[in-house]
């Protein structure tokens, strides 16, 4: 059964700073994994999906790595702002599973001015 | 283009009711999943419809089901409601079931039953 970790679980930081947060998966045979921001009490915002043939994938501000070998993803978050502020999320998309994600628990990041 | 459209976006329901949820999905997305967010239990997987057929169902008793009409819009059912139940309901569209394509996800609907 495949299993998703975020650590860390929360993290605050100064604004301008740049972060990286941490996915684990413990199934290496995984489709894709995208990367989620949720505001309190709000929907996921897709912010990157990375295909299990690609290495890395850049949106702006943000930077998601994959390395399915090791069973992990890093997303990076460059100069980091008060607006950052947000849960986010990694989910797993495994070709066994259907069209089911499997979601990690969530980072919860806050950004103080 | 619309996003993905739940409603409605609060529900209030007394333990024993019955309740109806609605997605519609991104115009063109024919695979419509739901997920149940609790702060205890995370993000999990309720079931999956493609071209109004059921694929995949997630680990929930019978009182939870679904369906998907025509023109890929959705609606969960839950039937004789628990307090346990309250939570945020997501659902999430995709243009196709392959695996290259990722997911939309709408608002939510905030159930609480008390």
């Known amino acids: 059964k495949q299993e998703v970790t975020q650590i860390p679980a929360a993290l605050s930081v100064p604004e301008g700073e740049n972060l990286v947060l941490n996915c684990s998966f413990t199934?290496?045979?995984?489709?894709?994994l995208q990367w989620f921001r949720q505001d309190p009490g709000k929907g996921l915002t897709s912010l990157l999906l990375?295909?299990?043939?690609?290495r890395e994938q850049t949106s702006g501000r943000l930077n998601a790595s994959l390395d399915k070998s090791s069973g992990r993803s890093t997303l990076y978050i460059a100069a980091s702002q008060p607006g950052d502020s947000a849960t986010y999320l990694c989910a797993v998309r495994l070709p066994y599973a259907g069209n089911m994600l499997t979601f990690g628990g969530g980072t919860r990041l806050m950004v103080k001015p | 283009k619309a996003g993905v459209t739940q409603t409605p976006r609060y529900l209030i329901k007394t333990r024993g009711q019955q309740v109806t949820l609605s997605c519609s999905p991104i115009s063109g997305h024919r695979s419509v999943s739901w997920y149940q967010q609790t702060p205890g239990q995370g993000l999990q997987f309720l079931f999956e419809y493609f071209s109004e057929t059921q694929r995949n169902k997630g680990n929930f008793p019978g009182r939870f089901s679904g369906r998907q009409f025509s023109n890929s819009r959705s609606e969960m059912n839950v039937s004789t409601l628990e307090l346990g139940d309250s939570a945020l309901y997501l659902c999430?569209?995709?243009?196709?079931?392959?695996?290259?394509?990722?997911?939309?996800f709408g608002s939510g609907t905030r159930l609480t039953v008390v």
């Open positions: 990375i295909q299990s043939s690609q």
């Open positions: 199934d290496s045979a995984i489709y894709n």
């Open positions: 999430a569209s995709s243009l196709a079931g392959a695996g290259v394509y990722g997911y939309t």
